[in-house]
């Protein structure tokens, strides 16, 4: 069964700890996608990698970390850098540029 | 800047009624626009892919035109059902931004009344 994959589905965190999201796709698609979703604001972009070994950062990076050692796996640390980590973040994969992208089901992040 | 925009932001319709959503955005120079779905605390589920040079695309019931002149795509939905009740979301990858990244609209958010 392909697709992508997000864990945990929902995230409980303290303000000031650091929280890292999972993201698997079974695609083979090189690129991959963190956005963000915030209620009134439609989806950001976080950051992306267009082949292993590789990220560059979206429009709103800050307070974010990647790493891409994998061609299957992308995850995100959530820093404590960042103001406003309450959300919910979505990953998604493509082929190759200008293919489609692909979602996964999300992770909601709650930061009290 | 680039941008884009879908209006209304809501709509409700009785069942079997055709669906039209817009999309509106500002830079003709597009690699590709993407339709997408997404139910309440889900992710997207892509609904269709129309490339630049492409007018229009089908799939089932769904129907989206593409107008790179004027920066319109419409999303037309035959015989709506209640089970089509979902947030609608448009996203553009614009050739001026890099790593095939998606600008999204803000989502029309759908209800078909049984």
């Known amino acids: 069964d392909g697709g992508i994959t997000q864990s945990p589905k929902y995230l409980f965190r303290k303000e000031g700890q650091n929280v890292t999201l999972s993201c698997e796709q079974n695609l083979n698609h090189d690129a991959m996608y963190w956005y963000r979703q915030d209620p009134g604001q439609g989806l950001r972009l976080i950051y992306y990698s267009q082949i292993v070994n590789d990220f560059q950062k979206g429009d709103i990076a800050e307070g974010y970390s990647v790493s891409r050692e994998k061609k299957e796996s992308f995850p995100l640390t959530v820093t404590s850098a960042q103001k406003n980590p309450t959300a919910f973040y979505l990953c998604?994969?493509?082929?190759?540029?200008?293919?489609?992208?692909?979602f996964g089901p999300g992770t909601r992040l709650t930061v009290t | 800047k680039q941008e884009v925009t879908q209006i209304p932001a809501a709509l409700s319709v009785p069942e079997g009624e055709n669906l039209v959503l817009n999309c509106s955005f500002t830079d003709s120079a597009i690699y590709n626009l993407q339709w997408f779905r997404q139910d309440p605390g889900k992710g997207l589920t892509s609904l269709l892919l129309?490339?630049?040079?492409?007018r229009e695309q089908t799939s089932g019931r769904l129907n989206a035109s593409l107008d790179k002149s004027s920066g319109r795509s419409t999303l037309y939905i035959a015989a709506s059902q209640p089970g089509d009740s979902a947030t609608y979301l448009c996203a553009v990858n614009f050739m001026k931004t890099a790593g095939n990244k998606l600008t999204f609209g803000g989502g029309t958010r759908v209800l078909v009344k049984p």
């Open positions: 998604a994969s493509s082929a190759q540029q200008g293919n489609e992208q692909y």
């Open positions: 129309i490339q630049s040079s492409q």
